[in-house]
């Protein structure tokens, strides 16, 4: 977007709306840069959104599991220089346990062919040569949604086997509703052929590049991860802005983001927790307003984004917003005596008669994420949306449900569980439905003509299920545009397959791009 202001760089004020890694990634650049910046966080004492760290009793949790790797050699040296000390390499393993069998990811041949058996295996080669048989001969069509996306990539029955029921366990649709633009973007660059050509490597000990820009993020081997979870990263760079003079105000929920066309700056409406009511819901005091500010860089989910803004936005762009959806997460942290270990970040739990769909081991994210007295904490991820049966649990129903899952899958004894936590995450991650992209071009049309100096950043903020990286890159191209006003870099497209900066044409003007 262009910028509203005739003011220098040095004499702006900008307000950004969630100090998650695309808001504080933009607040540190333009702070550092001498720019007055307000973050408005919700939350009363994280930051760091989705990839914050909580703690309880000594343990962290990492929400979700972040690992830290890029294409982008930019955004590798920014974490290096907000956390110049503290980041530790980790061996990346990962498996998903399908009937009660775990299996490699990436999937290795010799294993599949033990658990599946030489039949089944051989069943699956050929589903998959059927497949691409029919679309030669034109009998099926190009993919379009998640289901004929990973179908056509691995034939019908390793879609069944390793795909159907744990996609629809996360996102609680039916694959055929998804977009295939998920499947390109979390599986991407991922084939049966580059499985198999990966096997091959291996097995003449062909290491694989490390390179960040040339290796496939499904298939990397290692990761970095600040030693005492991703909290860490964020926490360093609040801190940082902070000492350049930027603010970081916690427990304020934005809720309305005022244009005025003539003097062109932006007011916000800002609810801020009640004192002394530590358990209050964040933003729950009488709002007041700020201001005046010379642009606005937004990672609110866009849908909220939307109904926030006055004078409103056209009833064509409020349905199209209202069309957008979310999945939401819970976490279960189950502290025990003891377990049977595994050496994995996490597993994949591919079997239907269990809800939980991740299990994370953090002592294998970071040994510094327990609390020292020898006992372990395993992260059961549970996908769900607000107010369905499993989120309407509560936190003694859902522990008791994590451990007789834990039993159930032979990981661990409930006699050895001894205390846990719970955290909810609403609007974890932006669901790509099958409209989902019409919807975003409808609203982001509208943005870009009657919203000058407003910047949506990030995973809920551009409705893109990316990485903390994409994320952040997302942040650092609108910081650049601020910057530098001859810039014209746009956000919307850096995705997963990009090489993340891109710069539109003056010819191109503000067509959209997902």
């Known amino acids: 977007m262009t910028v509203v202001s005739d003011a220098g760089p040095s004499q702006m004020r900008i307000a950004i709306v969630g100090a998650g890694p695309a808001g504080l990634t933009a607040a540190y650049i333009l702070s550092k840069s001498g720019i007055s910046v307000d973050v408005f966080e919700s939350d009363p004492f994280y930051v760091g959104g989705i990839s914050r760290t909580v703690q309880y009793k000594g343990f962290r949790f990492d929400i979700g599991g972040h690992r830290f790797f890029s294409k982008s050699e930019e955004v590798e040296n920014l974490w290096a220089e907000i956390l110049p000390d503290g980041i530790i390499s980790r061996p990346r393993s990962s498996r998903l346990l399908y009937r009660g069998k775990f299996y490699s990811y990436p999937l290795q041949a010799l294993e599949v062919l033990e658990n599946l058996g030489i039949w089944q295996s051989f069943l699956c080669v050929g589903s998959y040569c059927k497949v691409k048989l029919r679309h030669r001969l034109g009998l099926i069509r190009s993919p379009e949604n998640f289901e004929e996306w990973v179908v056509y990539n691995f034939g019908w029955r390793l879609y069944f086997a390793f795909f ?7 996102w609680g649709i039916p694959c055929t509703e998804i977009s295939a633009d998920w499947a ?12 198999a050509v ?18 496939i993020k499904t298939l990397i081997q290692s990761f970095r991860y600040p030693r005492l979870g991703p909290g860490m990263m964020w926490d360093a760079a609040k801190e940082k802005i902070v000492a ?28 801020e927790s ?10 729950s005091g009488t709002p007041r307003t700020l201001g005046p500010y010379d642009q606005v860089i937004c990672s609110a989910p866009i849908g909220e984004v939307v109904e926030m803004i006055k004078p409103s936005l056209s009833g064509q762009a409020r349905s199209a917003a209202s069309q957008l959806t979310y999945r939401d997460f819970i976490l279960v942290a189950v502290i025990l005596n003891e377990a049977l270990p595994f050496p994995d970040q996490w597993i994949y739990i ?5 809800r939980v769909g991740r299990i994370q081991n953090f002592k294998n994210w970071s040994p510094e994420l327990l609390d020292g007295s020898g006992r372990i904490c395993l992260g059961m991820e549970y996908f769900c949306c607000v107010n369905d049966d499993l989120w309407s649990l509560s936190d003694d129903e859902l522990f008791s449900l994590a451990g007789s899952e834990l039993a159930s899958l032979g990981l661990a004894k409930q006699d050895d569980i001894v205390d846990g936590c719970v955290v909810r995450q609403e609007k974890a991650y932006p669901v790509y439905g099958d409209s989902y992209k019409q919807s975003l071009a409808v609203i982001k049309e509208e943005l870009d003509q009657r919203c000058e100096g407003l910047h949506q950043v990030g995973r809920n903020g551009l409705h893109q299920y990316n990485n903390q990286d994409h994320s952040m890159m997302t942040a650092m191209l609108v910081a650049r545009n601020i910057l530098d006003p001859a ?3 746009d956000p919307w497209l850096v995705s997963q397959d990009a090489e993340y900066i891109e710069e539109k044409s003056a010819d191109e003007g503000s067509e959209f791009s997902a």
């Open 164 to 170: 159907k029921a744990y996609t629809e366990k996360v």
């Open 184 to 195: 390109v973007q979390r599986i991407k660059g991922l084939s049966l052929l580059t499985t």
């Open 198 to 215: 990966n096997i091959l490597r291996r097995a003449v000990r062909m290491k694989p590049a490390h390179s960040g820009s040339k290796q």
């Open 244 to 271: 350049c003079g930027g603010k970081v105000i916690h427990g304020s929920r934005v809720t309305s983001l005022s244009l005025d066309p003539e003097q062109k700056h932006w007011l916000l409406e800002v609810a």
């Open 274 to 283: 009640l004192p002394d009511t530590d358990h209050a819901k964040p933003g």
């Open 350 to 354: 591919h079997e239907t008669h269990c």
């Open 487 to 489: 810039c014209n870099f």
